[in-house]
């Protein structure tokens, strides 16, 4: 029998990390950060609707993105957007698309990804993927999509496999550490066996169930006792009233760190989480001097400098050295690169001053 | 007899130092950029109006500019502003003004000042201008607003006042010296014989336009052959025809430094030309750190930044110290704030690279 592969994209997130580019109202995912022309979301979307039906893709984010979805997602039905009314990180949500398709597609095998992620060889990803695919529909198996790591990276979470380690194929996973200082990420790059945690993962529908219920049991009970709403009209309202109760736990924490059947494939194909203004400048094209490339821009006596600013705009900066200066309609932010992890601050400061429209 | 006092205001400038808030289209004069309410030629006109009917105000001024002044200043009529049809500095423009008078006011007194001056302490400056009226209405002299100054700037020209200097009352001229180094305006300052030239003038239309007969024959001649057209419809058009053949030369090199008939009454009534981000800044209130306040805005380790931003606007800056950030709607400018002389060399690169539209 073949498992029908489905999809879920995990799109609720509201991350802050890219204000003032990203905002409450469209987070990164909805965001065409590094000018690819397309968003974060429509880009997972082709990466995964090569080989998977639009119809069999699931979207989980929370209700206030719900239009923002349709928009960037026009072949899928409203009916396959599950909406949180709030965010629970991942394990709940990954519950409610598994409880989902128990109702409506119990065979299925599911990819489950995040929907704001880089990633530049595609071929070689869906190489991966499908090899996941295939060892996950056919074993009872957790299986985590892992990146060869290409430098010590300390904002990753990392997954250690069993050795003797086989790179093209699946290996059975020893730990899951995340993100860790700089000495023992040097360590783990230095020793081969481990991998950074893509937060990509293959399973089957029964499978990743049977493991909510033996180790997340809270949760696998809450997503159970509304189990003859899913699929019908009364789901939205069930899932709105236990939402509140769910935990916030991630599947990294709540499962893949307790399960026994976790296995991890590795791939090298070009990811990045882009998860910070410095990680966007990593992959942004730059001049000699350093400075990220655009139109209507003119920089003396400057170096390092990521600029962003609206289009049609011009900037014209001297004797900046490796800031950030991103420009929207309502927010100017000025920042030294290095400092990029205030941006928490800041807004939280904004917030404070009664700013929130700028959030 | 008592002579008619006349108010020519000189507002014909295209000036680019406060770029990009000034733009060829609305320079300085006609923005409000120490954020008083008014802008720079509504509190010059405001400010002779205090002793000078609104019909006997001229504004010389770039044709372009027709329709702001109309609207900065709705008191006067569309026959009070006499257009340019391009800058040829000061004395052509006074030179117009004054045959213009001498068609329609020959008897006229005339104040000439520039129209983008800031002047804090009004009731003093108006004492000095009444007495420099006073004196020149009954005098063939050529009077001019001298200011006490109070630094050894090397942004202004000097007027020295022969010896011994009448602190309250009319000197005589002795020499005018243009911006002078950073030494020798030590010097000025030490010795007590030199004076700011504020650029602000007092003589009666006959004594200027016999100055001009003699001391800049050319620009006189020109004027003179179109007299029959003053003040009537063939006036524009007769302007518009010998102005591109006028010397483009000020009234202080072609007049004043040379005629015999000058005096200086000086003052300190708080007078600046504000024509420089830095000079701005020294007027801007400032927080503890020399940040200029405003509201939304929020500065971190940051000191001594010209900061403006459209209204509404949020501004979070890190890092900074001695900028200029200056934000528009489709300009962005940040560099320090000792380099602002190179805002000429940044507009001059805008332009090169075909940015006209955001000059």
């Not at 699946?170 to 945690?197: C, H, I, Q, Y």
Request: aromatic share 10%; glycine share 8%.
């Amino acid at each position: 029998m073949n498992s029908p592969i489905y999809c879920v994209i995990m799109a609720g997130g509201a991350g802050t990390r890219f204000w003032p580019i990203s905002r409450s109202s469209r987070p990164k995912q909805f965001l065409d950060i590094l000018g690819t022309g397309k968003t974060f979301i429509r880009s997972t979307f082709e990466r995964f609707a090569e080989f998977v039906p639009a119809e069999n893709f699931l979207v989980v984010t929370n209700g206030a993105y719900r239009d923002l979805v349709l928009e960037q997602l026009p072949e899928i039905g409203a009916d396959q957007i599950l909406a949180e009314p709030l965010g629970r990180n991942t394990a709940p949500c990954i519950a409610y698309a598994a409880f989902r398709l128990k109702a409506t597609a119990p065979d299925a095998t599911m990819i489950v990804t995040p929907s704001d992620h880089l990633i530049l060889n595609e071929a070689a990803f869906r190489t991966v993927v499908e090899e996941a695919v295939g060892f996950a529909s056919s074993h009872e198996v957790l299986v985590t999509i892992g990146v060869q790591p290409t430098r010590p990276a300390t904002g990753y979470g990392y997954i250690q496999a069993d050795r003797p380690i086989r790179a093209d194929g699946m290996n059975k996973v020893k730990t899951f550490t995340e993100k860790p200082n700089a000495e023992l990420a040097r360590a783990f790059l230095a020793s081969g066996d481990f991998f950074w945690n893509s937060g990509i993962f293959v399973w089957q529908t029964r499978t990743i169930l049977n493991s909510l219920a033996a180790l997340l049991p809270d949760t696998w009970q809450l997503f159970s006792s509304i189990e003859s709403a899913y699929g019908t009209p009364d789901e939205q309202q069930c899932i709105d009233r236990i939402y509140p109760e769910c935990r916030a736990v991630s599947v990294d924490y709540g499962i893949m760190e307790k399960a026994g059947n976790v296995y991890v494939r590795c791939g090298d194909f070009g990811w990045s989480d882009i998860g910070t203004w410095g990680s966007l400048y990593e992959y942004m094209p730059r001049d000699e001097a350093g400075n990220t490339q655009g139109a209507d821009r003119i920089l003396f006596d400057s170096r390092g400098c990521l600029v962003k600013t609206p289009q049609g705009k011009l900037a014209v900066i001297e004797g900046l050295e490796d800031f950030i200066v991103v420009d929207t309609e309502d927010v100017l932010l000025i920042c030294p690169r290095e400092n990029e992890q205030n941006i928490k601050k800041f807004i939280d400061t904004v917030r404070f001053n009664g700013g929130d429209r700028f959030i």
